[in-house]
């Protein structure tokens, strides 16, 4: 059996040219399957990792081949191999293809060993912006917001801290969106004191679920923020993609308004959801507001006309081949990926954006006081600044943003276009994190609608931990989740919060038999030995959901359910061999890993109950913030907790 390499026989796969050459299927018994492979000039084929072995033979050309963090240089005649899940991708930055045969098999030793070495930990990022798109201050938070980006970005942004790894949290109060500014309208007041009284609740609410802010941005307590932003708007005005053009535009004559985002609604013309102005929340699709259907105006309710308006408008389609480049080595949740990659592949192109709009709520630019910056504009020149502040103040790191796939568009294309046309990607963020919504009674929450439990009566109802935890619990990750109103109003009551306090609570009965001190380990029994092991496994799990790409905030809370399982589990089976005068060196070590469990859980369960884990720190003698071992040590022999159990009433 021979094969001949042969371009015509090849197809587009991994962003290069593969050809099938041997394997099982022609072959049987063979252990290997190959292909032969080319890279065209002047391209990168797709980073990616596998569980085979691989070898790259070089039959012709040059190119760069980079596994993990290190590039090698490859010509004619060279091999390499690739260890299983390691990321690899080849460069051809010559002007002929590159040539290769690749040969893999399945190890599965050698991509078990590779899993090992490939610990978690060792992933995560340095140092960590995370960043949320600010809430827009037209109302309170309800609990759609604190479980969509902003309790899930706390869970991470904590988690990630007692792991050693610094983690400013960033965000804000949306002041200027148009949302602000028609909640005026519609009760009689002003932008600015809606705006100022919503913005203050909303950080109330975010302090009292134990968010923990690094950076609060309030542009409209800000005196210097119109003067910065206008700066970023001079720059990105001298971008040859911004243009000036006068558009038909949607406009309610009776209020002598110019539509669009809040002001405007009508039905979505791709998906005939019921949208507002310029995106749909529903498919995530752009639009201009007077290509809704039925467009009317959210004032009054009058059928819009038309009238020409000029502004500034930003060519977005300039910088598609940039956006795919950003695409490409940028980590974002697989359904924002989808919904970019739908706007990249569009036949008509990404739609120009106006950057200005007719209103006297915003920041102003140039002459014409009716002239403002646009809210969403407004809002990722606000997020650039931010972090390049930021970076200027505390120095590089990764950037995180967490929000909802709603404004996947602002933050994905809009976002890095600007910074584009600004020459500011440094400061874009290194990986995106989603979130869908969260329904209530089988309908989205909404702050304009009215339709919402709001956070602030939760918070005031129950423990904040506990709320924090059935949210968490509840993400709406990667799917819309729906919760009943009896539910959301009862969100205290958590299993996992109940099983917690109870296994904790189970502390006391321990120290009144067996003394108050934490013994030293003696000798061990299999069944002791595994529940060690179960502790430094389920670590490794956690850790493992700490990468953005792999970001679960559900998954967390179900790992921390199965350790609490897992140490109840202990206590019952080890509670007989606690009264056998033989055991005694296996009795002292089964008290030690009961007090090291608790300390497990502490660091565990604090980027989820931060209030319940302190407690459990200074019950154990330990600082306020937990850190995150990667090998558990044992509590010292001798320690001797504050209170026979840690419970609110002993702390």
Not at 211 to 223: I, N, S
Request: charged share 25%; with cysteine; glycine share 8%.
């Amino acid at each position: 059996m021979t094969r001949r390499f042969d371009r015509d026989l090849m197809t587009w796969s991994y962003e290069m040219n593969l050809q099938s050459l041997l394997s099982g299927e022609d072959i049987p018994g063979l252990p290997f399957g190959s292909v032969f492979g080319s890279v065209p000039a002047r391209s990168t084929s797709k980073r990616h990792s596998h569980q085979d072995g691989e070898v790259f033979f070089v039959l012709e050309g040059e190119a760069v081949v980079r596994i993990g963090d290190e590039e090698r240089t490859l010509g004619k005649g060279e091999a390499v191999y690739l260890t299983p899940f390691t990321f690899h991708e080849i460069r051809n930055e010559s002007d002929e293809p590159f040539d290769l045969i690749s040969v893999y098999w399945d190890n599965p030793q050698a991509a078990a060993t590779a899993l090992d070495e490939l610990h978690p930990r060792g992933q995560l990022p340095q140092s960590v912006r995370v960043f949320c798109p600010p809430p827009t201050p037209n109302g309170g938070l309800h609990l759609g917001h604190l479980a969509g980006p902003y309790v899930r970005a706390d869970l991470f942004a904590r988690a990630l801290r007692s792991a050693g790894r610094p983690a400013r949290y960033v965000t804000g109060t949306d002041d200027h969106q148009s949302y602000v500014a028609a909640a005026a309208r519609l009760t009689g007041s002003t932008p600015a004191a809606v705006s100022g009284e919503q913005g203050d609740r909303i950080v109330r609410t975010l302090r009292a679920a134990g968010v923990d802010l690094a950076r609060t941005v309030r542009p409209g307590t800000d005196p210097q923020h119109a003067h910065r932003i206008r700066d970023w708007f001079d720059r990105l005005a001298a971008s040859p993609a911004v243009r000036v053009r006068t558009e038909p535009t949607a406009y309610c004559a009776d209020c002598d308004l110019s539509l669009f985002q809040a002001f405007a609604r009508g039905t979505c013309p791709s998906c005939h959801a019921s949208s507002d102005g310029e995106i749909c929340e529903a498919c995530a699709r752009p639009n201009q507001a007077r290509e809704l259907v039925d467009v009317r105006c959210r004032i009054c309710g009058g059928a819009a006309v038309e009238r020409e308006e000029t502004g500034l408008w930003l060519d977005l389609g300039q910088y598609t081949g940039q956006l795919r480049a950003f695409l490409t080595r940028t980590t974002l949740s697989p359904d924002l990926r989808d919904v970019v990659e739908r706007l990249l592949d569009d036949p008509l192109g990404l739609p120009p954006y106006r950057l200005t709009r007719t209103t006297t709520w915003g920041v102003p630019v140039g002459d014409d006081p009716a002239q403002r910056l646009d809210a969403w504009a407004d809002l990722a020149l606000t997020f650039l600044d931010a972090n390049r502040t930021e970076t200027q103040e505390h120095g590089p790191a990764d950037t995180a943003l967490f929000l909802g796939l709603d404004n996947g568009f602002y933050y994905a294309v809009l976002l890095p276009a600007l910074a584009f046309a600004t020459s500011t990607e440094e400061y874009l963020p290194t990986s995106y994190v989603t979130n869908r919504f969260l329904h209530l009674d089988g309908a989205k929450f909404s702050t304009s609608r009215g339709h919402a439990v709001w956070a602030d009566d939760a918070l005031a109802g129950a423990d904040p931990d506990a709320v924090r935890l059935a949210l968490l619990r509840t993400a709406p990750e990667g799917r819309e989740t729906t919760v009943s109103r009896a539910t959301a109003e009862a969100c205290g009551d958590d299993p996992l919060y109940r099983a917690a306090h109870a296994w904790l609570g189970g502390f006391a009965a321990l120290a009144e038999r067996h003394g108050p001190q934490v013994p030293g380990t003696g000798a061990w029994t299999d069944a002791q030995r595994e529940f060690y092991r179960s502790l430094q496994s389920v670590t490794q799990q956690l850790d493992g959901l700490l990468l953005p790409a792999a970001f679960s905030a559900r998954g967390y809370v179900r790992l921390l359910d199965a350790l609490v399982a897992r140490a109840e589990e202990f206590r019952a089976t080890e509670e007989p061999l606690r009264h056998l005068r033989s055991q005694a060196e296996e009795i002292r070590t089964s008290l030690a890993l009961e007090y090291l469990a608790a300390k497990v859980f502490a660091a565990l369960a604090w980027p989820v109950l931060p209030g319940l884990a302190e407690r459990v720190q200074r019950w154990l003698g330990l600082p306020a913030v937990p850190e995150r071992e990667t090998a558990w040590t044992f509590l010292p022999s001798g320690t001797t907790p504050a209170s026979p159990a840690p419970t609110e009433e002993s702390i």
